[in-house]
């Protein structure tokens, strides 16, 4: 607040200044006291005649690019984000990120569904997009609607169960070109997903600590590096900033994986391979878990799988409570007669 006489004036005047807009005005009265009376009814109009801030507004479009630019391009799995934020841009690109509302969610959700997505496909997009909405309030002060994400996220069926053989690894590896097959042999020893593979650069490598830096979905983490690991390292070529080339290498790997006949395969199954491996190997949870760079072993259950002959195997292992086989009197069925 602020009151003041003019040379030449009797009365005291009144100045507010309010988010850019001033007023100046004669309180007619020469008493400071009820000048200052005057002022504070001044400035309760002007604020009520300003009204409330706006709130900056963006568009899904602009929304979900500059959530990449600050966010998106910089996670493990930014391939990933990148294609999810263009089918949501695809889909409701135009729409004020203020008026998506679950009617839109739901737009979303028809649309992949319509594109052959599954529930976990349906799922990874809404993933993305309440990050970008979440974003637009927390950090960019822009509205966004109430959205009910529980009625909209799909329920997903049970982990699936794929590995390959060391025998499907080796003829999926001599189907590939070698830049890919590169790659797919560093998945297979160190579990890593795709994008903290093909996001490795030569600069993350440590050969004399024999470890690796990844960047993976909670932050960065190390990765030993075994004998097998080093030798791929040792057959790719230092030319570029990043350690594996990734030109055509859905193509390359989508071919391969169909002319060997490996069916319901995907790069990610790399990893739930190398996890299976460990384990067949001896390998306790805890070591698989801390290769996966799992906080916790549960995370961990879901890919080390068994198979069946390893599960018949332990059984035969088990001590035996029973009487020898040749003293055991075979139990007759009803229809057998008796001799």
């Avoid at 889909?91 to 009617?103: E, H, K, Q, S, Y």
């Avoid at 097959?181 to 030569?202: D, F, I, M, P, Q």
């Avoid at 916790?296 to 088990?318: F, M, S």
Wanted: charged letters at 25%.
């Amino acid at each position: 607040m602020s009151v003041f006489k003019r040379a030449g004036s009797p009365y005291y005047y009144s100045e507010i200044v309010h988010r850019g807009l001033r007023s100046v005005r004669s309180t007619k009265t020469s008493s400071r006291r009820e000048a200052e009376a005057f002022d504070r009814e001044h400035k309760k109009q002007i604020v009520a005649k300003a009204g409330k801030p706006k709130r900056p507004s963006l568009t899904v479009d602009e929304a979900c690019g500059r959530y990449w630019i600050e966010k998106g391009q910089h996670l493990g799995w930014a391939e990933h984000v990148g294609r999810h934020l263009k089918w949501i841009v695809a889909t409701v690109g135009t729409l004020p990120i203020a008026a998506v509302d679950n009617v839109a969610v739901g737009t979303i959700v028809d649309s992949r569904r319509d594109a052959g997505a599954g529930a976990a496909g349906v799922n990874r997009t809404l993933a993305v997009l309440r990050q970008v909405m979440g974003r637009c309030q927390k950090a960019w002060g822009v509205e966004v609607q109430h959205i009910d994400w529980k009625a909209h996220f799909q329920k997903e069926p049970k982990g699936r169960v794929r590995w390959l053989t060391p025998a499907e690894a080796q003829r999926l590896c001599e189907a590939l070109p070698e830049h890919v097959r590169l790659a797919v042999e560093w998945s297979l020893y160190t579990g890593t997903r795709k994008g903290e593979t093909y996001g490795l650069r030569w600069s993350d490598v440590d050969l004399e600590r024999g470890q690796v830096s990844v960047r993976g979905k909670t932050g960065p983490r190390s990765v030993w590096l075994s004998a097998e690991a080093r030798a791929v390292l040792s057959r790719c070529s230092r030319r570029g900033l990043f350690v594996f080339d990734r030109t055509n290498h859905r193509k390359h790997f989508a071919k391969a994986v169909e002319n060997t006949g490996l069916v319901d395969f995907h790069w990610h199954d790399l990893r739930h391979t190398h996890a299976t491996w460990l384990r067949q190997g001896g390998a306790p949870l805890e070591i698989v878990a801390r290769s996966l760079g799992h906080s916790t072993i549960q995370v961990t259950q879901r890919y080390a799988h068994v198979d069946d002959q390893e599960v018949k195997d332990a059984l035969r292992n088990l001590p035996s409570l029973t009487p020898s086989a040749t003293n055991v009197v075979p139990i007759k069925s009803r229809a057998q007669k008796p001799k």
